[in-house]
């Protein structure tokens, strides 16, 4: 759909961008597309990457009409062009965009149902200044996505220095105590997802207690109940983490269908 | 000369690979070659890029003959190449190589003989897991050499959290106290040049007594020369750092020479 990038693009040679995965539906719609879009569109401020929202509005909507049957996603790759002297952006840029199709990750019936298993990764997720955006430097996620294979989990969590959980490879971390609603702040670190602020808001309509924050790792011991959540698969629980096991619960659930009616 | 990236490789989505940028001599020659590969080997090693040395040569070779007249330096990019399921790599990746030609960035005559001015970057550079490699995740040093041109410096210093000088957005950083060349240790962050790597076999030729190791920035105030190196640009004396203010030494201005010479 989309030429590919020229070798001199910043998103290849720097990571100089960022990205949305956007999960749509059998019909073409992007229910979550506004709240991509805005996040796309902070990002780019804080990278002072010049781009219209109309044109990432034309990008999505060209993507959706060129979708082959079964597409489940549309990658938008928005990155500051090519060019520049080094890491010097030029002082003109003109950004490319590019659009990927693809299909929802399978998660087995079984799995959504009764929760993952997943394990601590050992290397601690380093502070980032551009903490919450999805930029394109993503090679911490990808080494700690290849220990989670190795070790056989679904998932892997990932830690600050100091030891407080903040997300896991490819979605973010919720759990329950009594009514509160608990994730992570991310601040200093990790991807703000947009399936987490969709939670969020979601928890809010509720009136349901909401506590962001960063917590130690023991503090997730205590829970009623664990789960993770991205935009793209919506939401699963966490059965186990190493040797601590999580009943699924009622409100998780609840969750769970809420985020699904979205692309039904 | 090399095809361009696909739009689903992972270079672009995550900066999953790595890069050298070689300078060439006019006849075609790349002297400093065996360390940039010697680098680039390193690091498919430890992000487990299976790449076979003599396809870097070869990548290398083919570029020095498509070399258009005024060629100065070679960049390549090896990347883990396309596909995968999210961030997982697929389990057989098959790594894309491509070739750029550019030129050698120009420094005036005077600046290389009286020296640069620089200033401190606003940002600490935060720890990376995999410190010292030239991968592709290079947000921090875009945005921070998007603050040199702003602040009008010929370059910036970047520190540690703890205040401790690392390296220059695209250079490394050398002083020279008495006979003793000092550089900071990159075991925490920031990468490990290939001029660096050539100025400390230098000085071990010389029997000259070197220091690698990180130090407050206090310590390079004492210092009685101050200055810059990386393989293309070669050796650039820091005359100004902030309000602090070095003379040009005997010593620089041969390791100056020294450098030039490989290329002449």
Known sequence: MSGGPAVNDRGLA????????VRVTASGAAPLWPR???RLLDGAARLRIPVAPDALDRC???ALTAAPPGTGLIKLILTRGPGGRGYLPPSHPTPSLFAQHGTVPEWSPLLRRDGIETGLCSEPLERD??????HLNRLPQVLARMEVARRGWHEGLLLDRRGCPLEATAMNLFALFGDTLWTPALDAAGVAGVGRAWLL????EQGRPVQVRLRPLSHLRTADSVFLIN???GVLPVRKLAQWVWPVTAPVRQFQEDFEVLFS
């Open 14 to 21: 720097y990571g100089d961008g960022l990205f949305e995965t």
């Open 36 to 38: 991509h879009r805005a």
């Open 60 to 62: 999505l909507a060209d």
């Open 129 to 134: 200044p551009l903490a919450g955006l999805k």
């Open 201 to 204: 808001a979601r928890a809010g």
């Open 231 to 233: 935009s793209v698969v």
